[in-house]
């Protein structure tokens, strides 16, 4: 298996670094600053020895080396700063993710692209149109990372085991994304019977601004080693063919009503790559946040649509 990252940040690096440690395929790491991809390609193989790993990590600015990818992970782009949302990157991002996106489009092996790069769902949108890839091979990694949080604020709250807590995020990787409190057990049990609504809330909206407050707190960069671990999630389920119920990004095209914008939704992640949208009973509320959710991406797809 080959994985291709472009961009060699601390997000891109860190992928590299969890996906060499499950031994996942060898790795190319990218970056317009080729020299720090080579050096933290060397760095990430002398510490394989550490976990047994056999595979390997190059790194450079070769865009040949990135499509001999079976999967591409694109990081690239401008982290968040203090007081600055993931929209206020949407310019400046979307030219970066456009051109990367026209280097790739003739890549031969038919590979799965995930995009991490913010705003998600738009940046994920902008690589499908400009690839012109099969929606199941264009996915955004967001509803993972989003549901990551989720969880740690219920551990927090309850000091549950990791993995006594189940959930799922579907929606919008912002302000709008929608915490399925119906699908929320810990412990088996639903949410609801172990906390009051009140603070549930409050653990709804903290995953809500989970990315927001790490960036107030770092200053200088956005959060990196749980969206590396999100995405390195999606990796596995790929490369291991898992057929795994995954939150990810993806092009709805009638699902749950929704149409012409990336979203997260339920996904059946394969060797295929976004193999099969799964139809999940929400609540009116969920159903309604999730329509929402999709109204507010679908007016900055317009804004997209005309630099397209």
């Known amino acids: ?76 782009g401008l982290a968040r700063k203090p007081g600055m949302s993931r929209d206020d990157l949407l310019v400046k991002n979307f030219e970066i993710i456009k051109s990367i996106s026209l280097k790739i489009k003739d890549s031969p092996k038919e590979p799965v692209v995930i995009v991490v790069s913010n705003p998600l769902d738009l940046m994920a949108y902008t690589a499908y149109r400009v690839t012109g890839f099969p929606r199941s091979r264009v996915l955004g990694m967001a509803g993972i990372l989003d549901t990551y949080r989720f969880y740690h604020f219920i551990q927090s709250k309850t000091g549950a085991k990791s993995k006594a807590i189940s959930s799922m995020i579907l929606g919008s990787h912002g302000d709008t994304m929608v915490p399925l409190i119906s699908h929320t057990k810990i412990n088996r049990l639903d949410i609801s019977s172990v906390i009051p609504a009140e603070d549930i809330k409050i653990l709804s909206d903290r995953a809500r601004n989970g990315g927001a407050e790490i960036v107030s707190l770092l200053k200088t960069g956005s959060a990196y080693y749980a969206p590396a671990a999100s995405t390195v999630r999606m990796m596995e389920a790929i490369v291991k063919d898992e057929n795994a119920l995954l939150p990810c990004s993806v092009y709805a095209d009638g699902f749950y009503g929704l149409d012409d914008l990336f979203i997260g939704l339920p996904v059946k992640l394969s060797k295929k790559g976004a193999d099969a949208v799964v139809d999940i009973k929400l609540t009116h509320e969920e159903g309604r946040a999730l329509y929402d959710s999709a109204a507010a991406i679908k007016e900055q797809i317009t804004k997209i649509k005309g630099m397209l």
């Open 1 to 76: 298996m080959k994985i291709g990252i472009i961009g060699a940040g601390n997000v891109g690096a860190t992928t590299a670094h969890i996906a060499l440690m499950k031994n996942l395929g060898d790795i190319y790491l990218l970056d317009i600053e080729p020299d720090m991809a080579k050096g933290k390609a060397i760095d990430l193989n002398q510490s394989k020895y550490l976990f047994g790993a056999d595979v390997s990590v190059e790194g450079g600015d070769d865009y040949e080396r990135i499509k001999a990818s079976d999967i591409i992970v694109i990081t690239a």
